[in-house]
């Protein structure tokens, strides 16, 4: 009589990438969780939950920063060192730090492990894809490192030299990753972030300086750094690097009118400080999740603002989240397109496929219908005011990190809700959708018909 044939490995072959980014994701948050919720992690007097510990591992692993305790208060430097590594190898992408060890030890990258890498970078081509990722470490570890010994420098000033140290290593990680983690509280009271520094130009600048990298893409970031040899850039650095650009100027001008007469805001500050706290509020939106002021004591014209620009987000390719920039600007050339009477959406003189827009339109309003249904959830919840339910919940959508103090009073079921609009946030909707019902081919098509619209 014959054996039946062992068919796990056929069936694991089936598994598709967005369902192997999903698994790895939920792999390394557990493991996080379980080290979160170990005595040593926390500090002397401190205790963690485990859906405290939960909610911490997602949010750095997410890299989105929302956090239900004080990072720099509440956990010990094991705890710290843990939430540290799960914002690298989450900012990075856990395929691309198994790609690092794998390229250390001279191992052959497989089709199937680029076909991931592929994935989970959001690229379009497998050509070249090893070379990017070694291009890609290297850009993180050079701008982190380089970003660590500036702002070790600057605290070196006011604090012991191993100190500062570790304070820069520690936010520059967050910050390039988009993480959005702090361990200010140490220094000016829980979840103050880098509301201490609101007046500090080294501080404001470096910071800005690496969200802003962290959150163009590692794609915008290798043709940046060619151009001075190639004098070109992709349609795609150009859109991305205009949207941002235009994005950051609009919302610092609004912020800057918004919240130029809020007492708890600007008003108090001098010029220098009111610019700094202008653009510092206008790019964290884009994924990074510092603030310099009290975003609860803001104008609710202002947190609204803010909802819209962590809706939008980073760019494809980066660390951060929202429906990206890129999305943005072909739901916006499309708008302009149609109201122009014109069938194509044109960037720089060149015309888009019209399943770039369907795509863009697709993600917009998955993204927008999620964050609607979460929101109603949390309100219903918590009980809470809709304009601050929906700002953690987009704020965790977007893998931001910001919040107007909801989050850490938040109940048992409440974290779970942002738990799971975090991980949705930082997968992308359309990937997830992927992972849970991967997509068939297309047989035949329908006899075309006509709708009113308008």
């Not at 004080?70 to 730090?97: A, E, K, R, W």
Request: hydrophobic share 50%; net charge positive; charged share 15%.
């Amino acid at each position: 009589m014959s054996q039946p044939k062992f068919s796990f490995p056929t069936k694991l072959s089936k598994i598709t990438p967005p369902q192997i980014l999903t698994f790895g994701f939920i792999v390394l948050i557990s493991i996080g969780a379980v080290l979160l919720s170990l005595p040593m992690a926390n500090a002397p007097g401190a205790h963690t939950t485990f859906i405290d510990a939960l909610f911490t591992a997602t949010s750095a692993v997410c890299v989105t920063g929302l956090v239900v305790v004080d990072t720099g208060t509440h956990f010990s430097g094991f705890g710290q060192t843990v939430i540290l590594m799960l914002m690298q190898i989450g900012g990075l992408g856990f395929m691309t730090m198994a790609t690092m060890i794998a390229l250390a030890f001279r191992k052959r990258i497989s089709l199937r492990e680029r076909l991931l890498l592929q994935e989970s970078l959001n690229q379009t081509s497998l050509e070249g894809i090893v070379r990017f990722i070694r291009r890609v470490l290297v850009y993180a570890f050079v701008i982190e490192a380089a970003g660590a010994a500036l702002l070790a420098i600057r605290w070196s000033l006011v604090m012991p030299l191993d100190q500062a140290i570790y304070m820069g290593v520690f936010h520059s990680v967050s910050m390039f990753t988009n993480a959005g983690f702090d361990v200010m509280g140490s220094l000016h009271g829980p979840f103050s972030s880098f509301v201490g520094h609101v007046d500090d130009p080294i501080v404001n600048f470096v910071v800005m300086m690496l969200i802003f990298l962290g959150g163009i893409g590692f794609i915008v970031l290798a043709e940046v750094w060619d151009y001075p040899k190639q004098r070109k850039l992709s349609l795609h650095s150009k859109v991305v690097l205009s949207t941002s650009g235009v994005l950051f100027l609009a919302g610092a001008v609004l912020i800057f009118i918004f919240e130029f007469t809020n007492s708890n805001t600007l008003e108090p500050l001098g010029l220098s400080g009111k610019l700094y706290s202008s653009l510092f509020q206008s790019i964290s939106p884009r994924s990074g999740g510092a603030n310099t002021l009290d975003i609860g004591a803001m104008r609710h014209a202002t947190q609204f603002l803010l909802v819209l620009l962590m809706f939008v987000g980073a760019s494809p390719g980066s660390a951060g989240g929202g429906i990206k920039v890129t999305t943005f600007a072909i739901l916006v050339g499309a708008v302009i397109a149609m109201i122009r009477g014109k069938q194509d959406v044109v960037f720089f003189k060149r015309r888009l496929a019209k399943d770039r827009v369907h795509k863009a339109l697709t993600v917009a309003i998955i993204s927008l219908a999620a964050i609607l249904l979460f929101t109603m959830l949390l309100s219903a919840v918590e009980d809470a005011d809709i304009l601050a339910a929906l700002f953690e919940v987009t704020s965790a959508f977007g893998t931001t990190g910001l919040s107007t103090g909801l989050t850490p009073t938040l109940s048992t079921i409440g974290k779970l809700i942002i738990i799971t609009m975090m991980f949705v946030g930082r997968l992308g909707p359309l990937t997830l959708a992927f992972s849970l019902a991967p997509g068939e081919k297309e047989l035949y098509r329908h006899p075309e018909g006509k709708i009113m619209i308008g």
